[in-house]
């Protein structure tokens, strides 16, 4: 656990909240929730997809106004927030799971995003100034890098610690930072350095709450844990009285994981997906062959090229060298790549995955729209919500309403519509990049168990994650890159994180 900070329950806390309901029209998304935040204080909170974290989270930011009723307690005064801006003149700081950073300004630039600039004589903009105070601030919370790069250069913890530091302009007014799941894109190891600077944040004496689903991170730095489920606080504990699988069983109940579905460990024989001589901007002359059937992990570090070698398979990214699914050329445009049997899942999937202002139904069935078209190209609507409602029955959507806007569904139910549209289609390849980014736990055993389902139906299905611990628990082998290219070929056998690591890192070599 962290560092430990004074948390007996004499202490006052910073935040207090009594009874908090919202509702929804058909939803009760937070149900007289009660929760409390102690002044340097890390707080996890945790729950599956749709537990009502974010509404939670949403009414304290000023976006969501709560049910009658319930009360908010900041530094022992009642207070109502109106509005995002009064939440922030009360106090709250947050940095999503979307950084909201512009890549290609530095950080200098990011951080007058809705601060602005200081400014001299006629109103220009001080500089020197400018650049010497996004340094302290950024060492303040024990970065140390060139704050007039582009932030697009940087490593992913970097730009996590640009966005807290922005959050935290003006320390003197803050008093909670709310940090919503801050490693969800980060490669493990660069998450010591986000603890390192969250750490300086209590130690400022501010009350952390800390939302994410990897479990690991909630014992590693949290003092106390929250556990929501269905909307209603099941309970809230000490991390040092609970371990994982209580924390686990808190969260989903009397639900069960989905089970893994084990397939033939006879050695692939029939080659699917064909790559030869692959290059990008950062891939460099990667060649690789995978089979009906398989499950094949792509591990490697930010910055290895595993970030970009899907989008290079699918055509969404410029590239030279041969993709061939099934023996015939897959031409390097994402149109001819689903023609030609191949299907994407890609990490973003609000920005690239999905429309979000759509509904579920339409996201659905938008890369088939034939399959219910009639005369004169007529959509029935009925035939579409009729095959979306067996696919919500299968993933266990929430909300299961085939008419839900897309955006207002949980992250781990946006990514099961997502990779249900693309298996309807039974495609030959499913590309998955960091598919149980940002998903509860439920939610991530049931992306494996279809990814698992595909294979054993025949499909070859590539995933390419950072999450170590994915690849060994889903995957049939692991190819490992840095560099851009292939540097290891780690068996199902011989697959643990700690091997990923070696390999990774250049601490070991395993044949390639």
Same mark, same amino acid.
């Given at each position: 656990?962290?560092?430990?900070?004074?948390?007996?329950?004499?202490?006052?806390?910073?935040?207090?909240?009594?009874?908090?309901?919202?509702?929804?029209?058909?939803?009760?998304?937070?149900?007289?929730?009660?929760?409390?935040?102690?002044?340097?204080?890390?707080?996890?909170?945790?729950?599956?997809?749709?537990?009502?974290?974010?509404?939670?989270?949403?009414?304290?930011?000023?976006?969501?106004?709560?049910?009658?009723?319930?009360?908010?307690?900041?530094?022992?005064?009642?207070?109502?927030?109106?509005?995002?801006?009064?939440?922030?003149?009360?106090?709250?700081?947050?940095?999503?799971?979307? &950084?909201?950073?512009?890549?290609?300004?530095?950080?200098?630039?990011?951080?007058?995003?809705?601060?602005?600039?200081?400014?001299?004589?006629?109103?220009?903009?001080?500089?020197?100034?400018?650049?010497?105070?996004?340094?302290?601030?950024?060492?303040?919370?024990?970065?140390?890098?060139?704050?007039?790069?582009?932030?697009?250069?940087?490593?992913?913890?970097?730009?996590?610690?640009?966005?807290?530091?922005?959050? &935290?302009?003006?320390?003197?007014?803050?008093?909670?930072?709310?940090?919503?799941?801050?490693?969800?894109?980060?490669?493990?190891?660069?998450?010591?350095?986000?603890?390192?600077?969250?750490?300086?944040?209590?130690?400022?004496?501010?009350?952390?709450?800390?939302?994410?689903?990897?479990?690991?991170?909630?014992?590693?730095?949290?003092?106390?844990?929250?556990?929501?489920?269905?909307?209603?606080?099941?309970?809230?504990?000490?991390?040092?009285?609970?371990?994982?699988?209580?924390?686990?069983?808190?969260?989903?109940?009397?639900?069960?994981?989905?089970?893994?579905?084990?397939?033939?460990?006879?050695?692939?024989?029939?080659?699917?997906?064909?790559?030869?001589?692959?290059?990008?901007?950062?891939?460099?002359?990667?060649?690789?062959?995978?089979?009906?059937?398989?499950?094949?992990?792509?591990?490697?570090?930010?910055?290895?090229?595993?970030?970009?070698?899907?989008?290079?398979?699918?055509?969404?990214?410029?590239?030279?060298?041969?993709?061939?699914?099934?023996?015939?050329?897959?031409?390097?445009?994402?149109?001819?790549?689903?023609?030609?049997?191949?299907?994407?899942?890609?990490?973003?999937?609000?920005?690239?995955?999905?429309?979000?202002?759509?509904?579920?139904?339409?996201?659905?069935?938008?890369?088939?729209?034939?399959?219910?078209?009639?005369?004169?190209?007529? &959509?029935?609507?009925?035939?579409?919500?009729?095959?979306?409602?067996?696919?919500?029955?299968?993933?266990?959507?929430?909300?299961?309403?085939?008419?839900?806007?897309?955006?207002?569904?949980?992250?781990?139910?946006?990514?099961?519509?997502?990779?249900?549209?693309?298996?309807?289609?039974?495609?030959?390849?499913?590309?998955?990049?960091?598919?149980?980014?940002?998903?509860?736990?439920?939610?991530?055993?049931?992306?494996?168990?279809?990814?698992?389902?595909?294979?054993?139906?025949?499909?070859?299905?590539?995933?390419?994650?950072?999450?170590?611990?994915?690849?060994?628990?889903?995957?049939?082998?692991?190819?490992?890159?840095?560099?851009?290219?292939?540097?290891?070929?780690?068996?199902?056998?011989?697959?643990?994180?700690?091997?990923?690591?070696?390999?990774?890192?250049?601490?070991?070599?395993?044949?390639?």
């Amino acid at each position: 656990m962290a560092d430990a900070q004074p948390t007996q329950g004499s202490i006052e806390p910073v935040l207090d909240i009594q009874n908090l309901s919202k509702t929804f029209p058909g939803t009760l998304a937070l149900d007289s929730a009660d929760f409390d935040l102690r002044p340097g204080e890390v707080h996890a909170l945790v729950g599956q997809n749709g537990s009502g974290k974010s509404t939670m989270i949403k009414v304290l930011a000023g976006y969501h106004h709560p049910d009658p009723g319930g009360t908010i307690t900041l530094g022992g005064e009642e207070v109502t927030i109106h509005d995002p801006a009064a939440s922030r003149e009360l106090g709250f700081r947050f940095v999503h799971q979307d &950084l909201g950073l512009v890549s290609t300004l530095d950080t200098v630039e990011n951080l007058a995003l809705g601060e602005g600039y200081a400014t001299g004589f006629g109103g220009r903009i001080r500089w020197r100034a400018a650049r010497r105070d996004a340094r302290e601030r950024i060492r303040a919370l024990g970065y140390d890098f060139e704050v007039r790069r582009p932030v697009g250069q940087l490593g992913a913890a970097e730009r996590t610690g640009i966005a807290i530091a922005r959050a &935290l302009h003006n320390w003197e007014q803050a008093r909670v930072l709310v940090v919503d799941e801050p490693t969800a894109s980060l490669p493990s190891n660069e998450v010591s350095v986000l603890f390192e600077a969250i750490a300086r944040v209590r130690a400022k004496g501010l009350g952390v709450i800390y939302i994410s689903h990897h479990l690991d991170e909630v014992f590693a730095i949290a003092d106390r844990v929250t556990v929501l489920r269905d909307g209603r606080v099941v309970g809230t504990h000490a991390t040092t009285d609970l371990d994982e699988d209580r924390l686990v069983a808190m969260m989903c109940g009397d639900v069960q994981l989905s089970p893994r579905i084990d397939r033939d460990t006879s050695i692939p024989s029939t080659p699917v997906l064909e790559v030869r001589s692959l290059c990008g901007t950062v891939v460099d002359d990667v060649s690789f062959t995978a089979y009906s059937g398989e499950v094949l992990g792509i591990a490697g570090l930010t910055g290895s090229g595993r970030e970009q070698i899907l989008r290079l398979l699918f055509g969404a990214l410029p590239r030279s060298g041969e993709v061939l699914v099934d023996g015939k050329a897959a031409p390097p445009h994402p149109t001819k790549s689903v023609a030609a049997g191949i299907a994407l899942v890609p990490a973003d999937r609000t920005g690239s995955g999905s429309i979000v202002d759509l509904t579920v139904r339409e996201n659905f069935t938008l890369p088939d729209l034939k399959r219910h078209s009639g005369i004169g190209a007529h &959509l029935s609507k009925a035939e579409e919500r009729a095959e979306t409602r067996e696919w919500i029955k299968e993933l266990d959507v929430r909300p299961p309403r085939p008419e839900a806007v897309f955006d207002s569904l949980s992250g781990g139910n946006q990514q099961k519509v997502v990779l249900a549209k693309w298996l309807r289609m039974k495609p030959r390849v499913v590309l998955l990049d960091e598919p149980t980014q940002g998903v509860d736990v439920q939610a991530k055993a049931t992306i494996h168990a279809l990814a698992r389902k595909a294979a054993a139906e025949g499909a070859t299905v590539v995933i390419a994650s950072s999450d170590d611990a994915e690849i060994c628990d889903t995957c049939d082998r692991a190819l490992i890159m840095r560099d851009g290219r292939f540097v290891g070929q780690i068996e199902r056998d011989d697959l643990s994180p700690e091997t990923i690591s070696s390999v990774q890192t250049g601490a070991a070599a395993i044949r390639a």
